[in-house]
Each structure stands twice: as C-alpha cells, then as structure tokens.
T-cell receptor
Framework: EDQVTQSPEALRLQEGESSSLNCSYT??????LFWYRQDPGKGPEFLFT???AGEEKEKERLKATLTKKESFLHITAPKPEDSATYLC??????????????FGTGTRLQVTL | DAGVIQSPRHEVTEMGQEVTLRCKPI?????LFWYRQTMMRGLELLIY????????DSGMPEDRFSAKMPNASFSTLKIQPSEPRDSAVYFC????????????FGSGTQLSVL
C-alpha cells in the first residue's frame, strides 16, 4: 500500500527565515510526486509535479526536490502570505487505477512578521 | 472559468438522516474525484469517474456511501444513513486526461453529523 508521511506537522517561521518541509513516501513504483497548497476553508491548489530522482522545480520562494525516498519543499525568505498547509501526494506506476493520488496529512506553515 | 463548484458549503444533520453532496466539475474535464479530509487521516480518495463511469470505488467506506455521475457536468455523493464518524470535509476535484497532475479542487463541503 502506498504511504506518504509529512514532517513536521506544524512549523512556525519568522518572515525571512528559510526552512524545509519533508515528504517521505513508500510506493511500488513512482509515476509522480505532487505538492499542493491548501488555504483555510479552501480546496488544495496544485504547485508542482516531480517525476524522477534529482528533479527540481521552482516557483517564487518555493523549490521542490525529489530523491528515491523523499521530497523536500524548500521555502526561501518566506512571507506571511506563504502561510498555508502544504500537502504532498504520490501516484503509483502500477495498476489500472493510475489516476489515484495518495496524500499525506500535510504540514501547517505559519509565517509571522 | 468558474472552477469546480460544490454545494452546500456547510451541512449539519442528525444521525440517521440522508445527506447529498453535489459537484459541478470544470467544463471539458473527463475525470472527477471525490475525496474526504479529516485531521487524522488527511485526504482520502473515495471514488473517481472517467467519462461519467465509476472506475475505482475501493475507497468508499461502506454501503452507506454511494456516488453517481449522470452526466459530464454533475455528480452527487450520498450518505444514507449518516453517522457522526462521517463528519469531515468532502472535496470534489476534476481534471482533463489520464495524467495525475493539476487536479482542480472545489472549496469542499463541511459535513457535521450530530
């Protein structure tokens, strides 16, 4: 069974204080790893897809990286508007249910002034 | 584009009552997904459709849950009878094609079963 574990559960940063969120995964064969952002009272919003170890993607202050066992979401010089829950999900290669995403429980990030 | 539209936004009901959640996917999207989100278990896939046909319902908790997609622009998730442990946020999501990325989520329905 595919599993995704995110850490820490919650993270509080001061504005400008860089940090990283971790996503560890177990999957029979990885088709893709996804990062989503979720604001309170809203549905998740797509950020990145990573397909192979060594791949990196960037968007503004966020950079996602991937190894064979985990992914990191690096946040550089965060601002209060980066406060949200960040979700990681994996999609397996195998089976006819190739569309299924397995999500972690997320990291709640709070960035203060 | 209006995005994925879910209704109602909030639903409070008593144990044993029937609950119907509704979803309108983005026009042109041929995949539709129903997820449930709780603090303990995170986002769990309940069922998904491709071209209005249910493909995988292995995540549906039990027979009390049912989902339909009568046409490309409408889907329902029904719980009958509802129980307090069904309390959660239910999300509908849609996308185009077989690729896994860029699922577009609705704003969810917050369900409370008393």
């Amino acid at each position: 069974e595919d599993q995704v574990t995110q850490s820490p559960e919650a993270l509080r940063l001061q504005e400008g204080e860089s940090s990283s969120l971790n996503c560890s995964y177990t999957v029979s064969g990885l088709r893709g790893l996804f990062w989503y952002r979720q604001d309170p009272g809203k549905g998740p919003e797509f950020l990145f897809t990573l397909y192979s170890a060594g791949e990196e993607k960037e968007k503004e202050r966020l950079k996602a990286t991937l190894t064979k066992k985990e992914s990191f979401l690096h946040i550089t010089a965060p601002k209060p508007e980066d406060s949200a829950t960040y979700l990681c999900a994996v999609q397996a290669l195998a089976t006819g249910t190739a569309s299924k995403l397995t999500f972690g429980t997320g990291t709640r990030l709070q960035v203060t002034l | 584009d209006a995005g994925v539209i879910q209704s109602p936004r909030h639903e409070v009901t008593e144990m044993g009552q029937e609950v119907t959640l509704r979803c309108k996917p983005i026009s042109g999207h041929d995949y539709l997904f129903w997820y449930r989100q709780t603090m303990m278990r995170g986002l769990e896939l309940l069922i998904y459709f491709n071209n209005n046909v249910p493909i995988d319902d292995s995540g549906m908790p039990e027979d009390r849950f049912s989902a339909k997609m009568p046409n490309a622009s409408f889907s329902t998730l029904k719980i009958q009878p509802s129980e307090p442990r069904d309390s959660a946020v239910y999300f509908c999501a849609s996308r185009r094609g077989r690729g896994g990325e860029k699922l577009f989520f609705g704003s969810g329905t917050q369900l409370s079963v008393l």
